[in-house]
């Protein structure tokens, strides 16, 4: 039987590719042979010519913008490791900012707080992770990424209590004390939502009518109502969306509005407290 020097073919596969990176295709192999870094570069394991074909097809759909994150079903979160399959957006590094900021504003002592629209489940699993005193729900409106979500509270060892919710729906008057949200907030007719990689996500998870506004007004207006007094919202939103989403946070009676930037110097976090008369 051929067989294959792992460490050639990264070299060999990247020199004929456009968007794999030799990064990438080191990646597929870990997960193509359940192997670490550490072994890769140790012992540079032979890849039999089956393995070495699902390696050349995993490339082809990498090349055609397919994220790696779905070609190896796992992405890092946080401090956690996530499953993700085509029923969850990917979690983006600017979706850490809004764990971060949750953290530096709050402390360990009890609160009722809601990752509304859970997806893969990073926010809420990731405060959950860092926060065992509070008591952690995530919402979504599709079945399919709860149960991702699920998963990944299992493989995470975490206790959070999974709703299936149209946004806030499900839920009573004056329930949370903090709720969070990544909404979808891509305006439909953005060329990038065709582009590599956004084309394979799930496009709910990804735009939102009103040139992308819909959803997160929707958010804000019911969680005025769902928040308890002083309670905060944290939104993600679009990186040229921040006026927009001061401007709804102040006409639901939204106060105390901070804005935070991502890692690029974007705009894209903004918070509020609820003030009840
Ligand atoms: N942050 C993603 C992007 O711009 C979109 C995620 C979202 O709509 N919540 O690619």
């Known amino acids: ?5 792992s460490l050639n073919q990264i070299k060999l596969i990247s020199n004929n590719t456009k968007l794999s990176t030799e990064l990438d295709i080191e990646l597929l192999i870990l997960n193509l042979l359940s192997i670490d870094k550490n072994i890769l570069y140790r012992d540079d394991p032979r890849l039999s010519s089956e393995k070495l074909k699902e ?3 995993l490339v082809q759909r990498r090349e055609k913008g397919e994220p790696l994150a779905y ?3 796992g992405i890092g979160f946080w401090s956690l490791d996530l499953y993700v399959d085509e029923n969850v957006l990917v979690p ?3 979706t850490e900012i809004i764990v971060e900021k949750v953290l530096e504003d709050f402390n360990a002592s009890e609160k009722k707080v809601l990752d509304l629209g859970t997806g893969s489940g990073a926010i809420g699993l990731s405060l959950s992770k860092e926060r065992v005193g509070w ?12 149960q991702v979500a699920s998963k990944n509270m299992q493989s995470n060892s975490l206790n959070v209590s999974f709703i299936h919710s149209d946004w806030l729906e499900a839920f009573a008057p004056e329930t949370f004390d903090i709720i969070i949200c990544n909404p979808p907030y891509i305006d439909p007719d953005d060329p990038r939502v065709h582009s ?3 084309k394979f996500e799930p496009i709910s998870a990804l735009t939102s009518a009103s040139k992308g506004l819909n959803d997160i007004e929707i958010v804000i207006s019911k969680s005025s109502e769902r928040l308890v007094n002083k309670g905060s919202l944290y939104l993600e939103h679009g990186y040229d ?3 927009q989403v001061q401007s709804l946070l102040e006409k639901y009676n939204f106060s105390d509005i901070r804005k935070f930037k991502d890692l690029n ?5 903004c918070s509020g407290k609820i003030k009840k008369c």
């Open 196 to 198: 590599d990689g956004l």
């Open 71 to 73: 070609l190896v079903k």
């Open 1 to 5: 039987m051929d067989e294959y020097s």
């Open 241 to 243: 969306q921040s006026q």
């Open 92 to 94: 983006r590094p600017e």
């Open 135 to 146: 008591e952690i729900y995530c919402s979504d409106k599709s079945y399919k990424a709860l």
């Open 55 to 57: 390696l050349k097809e």
């Open 265 to 269: 110097g974007d705009d894209r976090v």
